[in-house]
C-alpha cells in the first residue's frame, strides 16, 4: 500500500526565512510519482512539482527548491526567503507510474508571519 | 486559465436533501475523472474514480448509494450526494485526465455545508 508521512502538522516563520517541508512515502512500485500542491486559504489546489521515481537530480524553480533521496523515501520541499504568500497548507504526494490517482499525505500548514 | 472547472463554489444545504456538484474539463477530454474529499484541517481522501461511459470505482469505507457519480461524457462527471447529513459537510475537488501519463488537472473545489 502506497503512503504519504507529512509529520510536520504546522510551521511558522517570520518572513525572508528559510522553511523545509518534509515528506517521507512508502510504495511497492519501483515506478511511481511524487508531487508537491499548495492549497491557500480559498482551497484550490496549485500544483507546483511532479517526479519521477528515476529521476534523483534536485530541482529548484525560483525561491523554491525540492531535494528528493531515494535511499531513505524522502522528497523534502524547501522555500528560501520565505513571503506571506507563500503561507497555505502545503501537500505532498504519491502516485502509481500513471500519476493519476494520488495519495495524499496529512499536509503541512505554513504560516510566514511579517 | 483554468483548465477544470467546478461547480458550485460552495453549496449550503438542507439535511435530507440532495446536492449536485459538478466537474467539466474546458479544453480536453477527460477520460477518467477522481472525486476526493477533504474534511476540515484533514487531508484529501480519493471518494472514487470514474471513466468515461462506465461505473465509478469507489474506495473502500464510500457509499457508492450515498454519493453517486455520473460520467456521461468526456468533458463533464457530476457527484450528487443524496440525502445529505451535517456530516457529510466537506469540501469535494474533482480531478481529471485525459490519458494515462497525461497531466492532471483539479477543480477549484465545492465547499458543502449541511444544516
Known amino acids: 500500500a502506497q503512503k504519504v508521512t507529512q509529520a510536520q502538522t504546522e510551521i511558522s516563520v517570520v518572513e525572508k526565512e528559510d522553511v523545509t517541508l518534509d515528506c517521507v512515502y512508502e510504495?511497492?512500485?519501483?515506478?511511481?510519482?511524487l508531487f508537491w500542491y499548495k492549497q491557500p486559504p480559498s482551497g484550490e489546489l496549485v500544483f507546483l512539482i511532479r517526479r519521477n521515481s528515476f529521476d534523483e537530480q534536485n530541482e529548484i524553480s525560483g525561491r523554491y527548491s525540492w531535494n528528493f533521496q531515494k535511499s531513505t523515501s524522502s522528497f523534502n520541499f524547501t522555500i528560501t526567503a520565505s513571503q506571506v504568500v507563500d503561507s497555505a497548507v502545503y501537500f505532498c504526494?504519491?502516485?502509481?507510474?500513471?500519476?493519476?490517482?494520488?495519495?495524499f499525505g496529512t499536509g503541512t500548514r505554513l504560516l510566514v508571519s511579517p | 486559465g483554468a483548465v477544470v472547472s467546478q461547480h458550485p463554489s460552495w453549496v449550503i444545504c438542507k439535511s435530507g436533501t440532495s446536492v449536485k456538484i459538478e466537474c467539466r474539463s474546458l479544453d480536453f477530454q477527460a477520460t477518467t475523472m477522481f472525486w476526493y474529499r477533504q474534511f476540515p484541517k484533514q487531508s484529501l481522501m480519493l471518494m472514487a474514480t470514474?471513466?468515461?461511459?462506465?461505473?465509478?470505482?469507489?474506495e473502500q469505507g464510500v457509499e457508492k448509494d450515498k454519493f453517486l457519480i455520473n460520467h456521461a461524457s468526456l468533458t463533464l462527471s457530476t457527484l450528487t450526494v443524496t440525502s445529505a447529513h451535517p456530516e457529510d459537510s466537506s469540501f469535494y475537488i474533482c480531478?481529471?485526465?485525459?490519458?494515462?501519463?497525461?497531466?492532471?488537472?483539479f477543480g477549484n473545489g465545492t465547499r458543502l455545508t449541511v444544516t
Open positions: 470514474s471513466n468515461e461511459g462506465s461505473k465509478a470505482t469507489y
Open positions: 480531478s481529471a485526465t485525459h490519458l494515462v501519463f497525461s497531466p492532471l488537472h
Open positions: 510504495t511497492r512500485d519501483t515506478t511511481y510519482y
Open positions: 504526494a504519491l502516485s502509481e507510474a500513471s500519476f493519476q490517482k494520488l495519495v
